[in-house]
């Protein structure tokens, strides 16, 4: 079966709609070696993965430059960074000086002469409705460093502020059964104005995939260890923002919905696909048989208008009350 494709926004791009979140090879999900990272992008794109997306904070680069090393024999590929994340995050730092050096660097770690697309990297709030940042974004077109650019956003708010710039190609915003806020005006404005969603944090930091419970134990470098509760980056990176004893129980209560032959995983990521005005999914992998299934939920079905009800219900009941009034 031939792996379904959608158009990335203003980008004009067609990418497969399951793509490669590639934040675990760089940093943050315990250690992830390079010939597994190289594995993990081969996986995923003999899959039919076509969308890989990284930053340059990723490992201070690390991710970009494995990244950069694999596509050299892999054409076709669309490869989208984010910037912002390596310095102080005032305001102040979102310049176009700034913005070609991030750019200059990122091009460097990818070996390319033009970045396909660069995303804002959750910047402060105020930068989304500055017009000398996207003024500086539309110079990087001009000059050729970037092809595109779009916004990497916290909160539905900040999503709704980008969608209005004209030039903003892709909106990359946390989507998944314990994200359903973007779903009510973020998904459908996107959809009037051309602007491309990449859904992000898909599985809910793992939480998703059903495969843990009460006595699971993540490494000390591992952000579900030591961001639990915002330490390092807004909280809600870390388990979609949930409780994680209140995940649990809800991945519990979700879990009899999944249809024979599907993975936990692959039901999550399916019902991400089922949201109408969704580009690309971008689940992460930590070894190549995660990519592998990761890409097979483009091949499952639609799920039945039921399973999308109790999926809703599951929601407002143990969900709703931690996640929806924050982003």
Same mark, same amino acid.
């Given at each position: 079966?031939?792996?379904?494709?959608?158009?990335?926004?203003?980008?004009?791009?067609?990418?497969?709609?399951?793509?490669?979140?590639?934040?675990?090879?760089?940093?943050?999900?315990?250690?992830?070696?390079?010939?597994?990272?190289?594995?993990?992008?081969?996986?995923?794109?003999?899959?039919?993965?076509?969308?890989?997306?990284?930053?340059?904070?990723?490992?201070?680069?690390?991710?970009?430059?494995?990244?950069?090393?694999?596509?050299?024999?892999?054409?076709?590929?669309?490869?989208?960074?984010?910037?912002?994340?390596?310095?102080?995050?005032?305001?102040?730092?979102?310049?176009?000086?700034?913005?070609?050096?991030?750019?200059?660097?990122?091009?460097?770690?990818?070996?390319?002469?033009?970045?396909?697309?660069?995303?804002?990297?959750?910047?402060?709030?105020?930068?989304?409705?500055?017009?000398?940042?996207?003024?500086?974004?539309?110079?990087?077109? $001009?000059? %050729?460093?970037? @092809? *595109?650019?779009?916004?990497?956003?916290?909160?539905? /708010? +900040?999503? #709704?502020? !980008?969608?209005?710039?004209?030039?903003?190609?892709?909106?990359?915003?946390?989507?998944?059964?314990?994200?359903?806020?973007?779903?009510?005006?973020?998904?459908?404005?996107?959809?009037?104005?051309?602007?491309?969603?990449?859904?992000?944090?898909?599985?809910?930091?793992?939480?998703?995939?059903?495969?843990?419970?009460?006595?699971?134990?993540?490494?000390?470098?591992?952000?579900?260890?030591?961001?639990?509760?915002?330490?390092?980056?807004?909280?809600?990176?870390?388990?979609?923002?949930?409780?994680?004893?209140?995940?649990?129980?809800?991945?519990?209560?979700?879990?009899?919905?999944?249809?024979?032959?599907?993975?936990?995983?692959?039901?999550?990521?399916?019902?991400?696909?089922?949201?109408?005005?969704?580009?690309?999914?971008?689940?992460?992998?930590?070894?190549?048989? $995660?990519? %592998?299934?990761? @890409? *097979?939920?483009?091949?499952?079905?639609?799920?039945? /208008? +039921?399973? #999308?009800? !109790?999926?809703?219900?599951?929601?407002?009941?143990?969900?709703?009350?931690?996640?929806?009034?924050?982003?």
């Amino acid at each position: 079966m031939p792996v379904k494709q959608h158009t990335l926004g203003k980008t004009g791009k067609k990418v497969g709609v399951v793509g490669l979140g590639a934040w675990q090879l760089g940093a943050d999900w315990g250690e992830v070696g390079e010939d597994e990272a190289l594995a993990i992008l081969t996986a995923a794109v003999d899959a039919g993965t076509t969308f890989i997306d990284t930053a340059d904070v990723y490992g201070d680069g690390r991710s970009e430059r494995i990244i950069g090393q694999f596509v050299k024999d892999r054409p076709g590929l669309t490869v989208a960074t984010k910037m912002g994340r390596r310095v102080a995050q005032e305001p102040s730092a979102y310049t176009l000086d700034n913005f070609r050096a991030w750019t200059d660097r990122s091009r460097a770690n990818l070996g390319v002469d033009t970045l396909d697309l660069v995303q804002l990297h959750c910047p402060p709030t105020p930068v989304y409705s500055a017009d000398a940042v996207f003024d500086a974004l539309d110079t990087l077109v $001009q000059e %050729r460093r970037v @092809a *595109a650019y779009g916004v990497s956003v916290e909160t539905c /708010e +900040e999503a #709704l502020t !980008a969608i209005a710039r004209p030039g903003v190609a892709t909106v990359q915003i946390i989507l998944n059964a314990f994200r359903l806020k973007p779903l009510e005006r973020v998904l459908p404005a996107a959809a009037e104005a051309g602007v491309g969603i990449i859904a992000r944090v898909p599985l809910a930091s793992g939480l998703l995939s059903g495969k843990y419970n009460e006595s699971t134990v993540f490494a000390e470098d591992d952000h579900r260890t030591y961001n639990r509760h915002g330490e390092a980056f807004d909280v809600g990176e870390t388990f979609s923002g949930v409780d994680y004893t209140t995940g649990l129980a809800a991945v519990r209560r979700l879990a009899p919905l999944v249809p024979e032959g599907l993975t936990m995983a692959q039901f999550a990521l399916r019902w991400i696909l089922d949201q109408p005005g969704v580009s690309v999914v971008i689940p992460g992998a930590r070894n190549a048989a $995660q990519a %592998r299934a990761n @890409a *097979a939920a483009d091949r499952a079905e639609s799920l039945p /208008e +039921e399973t #999308l009800r !109790a999926v809703q219900e599951v929601y407002d009941e143990l969900i709703r009350p931690q996640v929806h009034h924050r982003w």
